[in-house]
């Protein structure tokens, strides 16, 4: 049961380019926002869609895979932990952030220029 701690699992698209940054001692990130869907059916019967955005970071060879393969639109899966944060803005406000640090990504397929409809 150890390993059910803290994993999370998605499939969703991606909603923008990712965001490459290089940081000291060649260490790399990327940084992509993704949006899951869920679907039902309200009480008059008609069908609704929720969507929920999700920010999604990648460390070091994982950042290269994003880099080279992932783009808006593009429908992935991705396998990772939540991790929160928080910082002060530029007005001095503290802000709180949970991202999803990914440990493995699935290209599913989707995106703009390869749909699998």
Do not use: C
Request: hydrophobic share 30%.
């Amino acid at each position: 049961m150890s390993t059910l701690r803290n994993k999370v699992q998605l499939i969703g698209n991606v909603g923008q380019d990712p965001v490459i940054t290089d940081l000291d001692k060649g260490k790399r990130v990327a940084r992509l926002t993704m949006a899951t869907n869920e679907h039902y059916k309200n009480a008059q019967g008609e069908r609704v869609t929720n969507t929920e955005w999700h920010t999604v970071i990648g460390w070091g060879k994982l950042a290269d895979i994003i880099e080279g393969f992932v783009t808006k639109g593009k429908e992935i899966g991705v396998e990772g932990k939540l991790t929160s944060r928080s910082y002060e803005d530029k007005e001095g406000n503290t802000r709180y952030v949970t991202e999803v640090v990914a440990s493995e990504i699935l290209l599913l397929g989707g995106g703009e220029n390869n749909t699998t409809e």
